[in-house]
């Protein structure tokens, strides 16, 4: 057994001149953050892009990507670019 990773999610809560959040358009050095969310996770090989690649699809309501090729009916989701299974 690998030992367990702590996962944190945090929120970009940075707003421009004009008060538009800014979140969405990614991370700059100085941004202001809140931690939301701590977790610990089990790595099972994982790489840690792996890993923050399902942290961020489990907490923005995403599919996550799955590690094999499963069988049945797949359909696309928008942003993907892959097909995912149903």
């Not at 792996?50 to 799955?66: D, K, L, Q, V, Y």
Request: net charge positive.
């Amino acid at each position: 057994m690998t030992g367990m990773i702590t996962v944190t999610i945090w929120h970009n809560v940075t707003h421009d001149a004009a008060g538009r959040h800014t979140g969405p358009l990614g991370f700059t050095p100085g941004d202001q953050m809140v931690k939301v969310f701590t977790y610990q996770a089990e790595p099972c090989g994982r790489p840690p892009g792996e890993i923050a690649e399902h942290a961020s699809a489990a907490f923005n309501g995403a599919p996550c990507r799955p590690r094999t090729r499963l069988a049945g009916p797949r359909r696309a989701w928008p942003g993907w670019g892959a097909a995912l299974p149903a």
